[in-house]
């Protein structure tokens, strides 16, 4: 698990079943992860809650 707190940017690959992220940390180290294609982000916004396929999604700039 790595906090989202320590994320500066999560960029997503789609291949085969798989999605590949890697992580760029404010510490400067680069983390790759693979994850099952299912996979889903969740969160709350003023209008309501939401929640998005990790196959859905590119880019992801964390500002800190």
Do not use: C, W
Not at 4 to 25: D, H, M, N, W, Y
Not at 27 to 37: L, P, Y
Not at 38 to 63: A, C, P
């Amino acid at each position: 698990t790595i906090p989202f707190e320590k994320v500066k940017i999560a960029e997503f690959e789609s291949r085969k079943g798989i999605v590949t992220a890697v992580l760029k940390l404010i510490d400067g180290q680069t983390i790759e992860i693979e994850m099952d294609k299912s996979q889903r982000f969740y969160g709350n916004v003023n209008f309501g809650t939401f929640q998005i396929e990790v196959t859905d999604l590119k880019k992801i700039t964390f500002t800190h």
